[in-house]
């Protein structure tokens, strides 16, 4: 089955310090991942994905499929960068492969 | 359109009632998604239309959820004899060619009293 985690629901930190927003992901297959964020009273947009290997406002994710991983990162966090983070893994082919199924969001709050 | 419309914007209505909750999809996108997002909950996948295809509704949490896409564009979100715990953010989202990327709508807040 598909799961994805985000174990932190609130991150909380200081302007200028780092920010990691941790994704766990178990799937069959490989599967593209995509970060999706929704500022405050903004609609819930497309931050990046893996597969662009780009790096958005600063932001950059790294797949790790030995752990399973897509932790989200920015060296030096900004208070425009508060908003909900959601993980979305999703799979590239099989039954459902176009369900795109999203973690349960971390709330990140950058302190200023 | 510039981007996915819903509406209404906010509902409110009473237990017991029906509603329906509309979406338009950026033109020309083939897939069409139905999300419900509660507080501390995420994202919660409803339903899935894509082009003619049987939709994907696994994610529909009772019978009372039923949604239909008409002439692969315009879908409406229908539910029945609604229940408080219906209360939540319902948001529609599309996808065109590179079917990953979703455009998210604004979302319809469903109070249920």
């Known amino acids: 089955a598909q799961r994805v985690t985000q174990p932190e629901k609130l991150l909380s930190v200081f302007k200028g310090a780092p920010v990691e927003l941790k994704c766990n992901y178990s799937y069959s297959g490989s599967p593209e991942l995509f970060w999706y964020v929704q500022y405050s009273r903004q609609r819930l947009q497309l931050l990046l994905r893996h597969i662009s290997r780009e790096s958005i406002k600063g932001f950059t994710a790294d797949l790790n499929k030995g752990e399973t991983s897509f932790h989200l990162k920015k060296p030096f966090a900004q208070e425009e960068d508060s908003a909900m983070y959601y993980c979305a893994p999703h799979p590239l082919s099989g039954a459902g492969s176009y369900q795109l199924t999203f973690g349960k969001g971390t709330k990140l709050s950058v302190i200023p | 359109g510039a981007g996915v419309s819903q509406s209404p914007s906010n509902k409110v209505t009473e237990k017991g009632k029906d509603v329906e909750l509309r979406c338009d999809p950026i033109?020309?996108?083939?897939?069409l998604y139905w999300y419900r997002q509660s507080l501390g909950q995420g994202l919660e996948f409803l339903i899935y239309f894509q082009g003619n295809s049987a939709p994907d509704k696994s994610g529909l949490p009772s019978d009372r959820f039923s949604a239909e896409r008409t002439g692969g564009s315009v879908s409406t979100l229908t539910i029945q004899r609604t229940q408080q715990e219906d209360s939540a953010l319902y948001l529609c989202?599309?996808?065109?060619?590179?079917?990953?990327?979703?455009?998210f709508g604004s979302g319809t807040q469903l109070s249920v009293l």
């Open positions: 033109s020309g996108h083939t897939a």
């Open positions: 989202a599309s996808s065109g060619t590179s079917q990953e990327k979703l455009f």
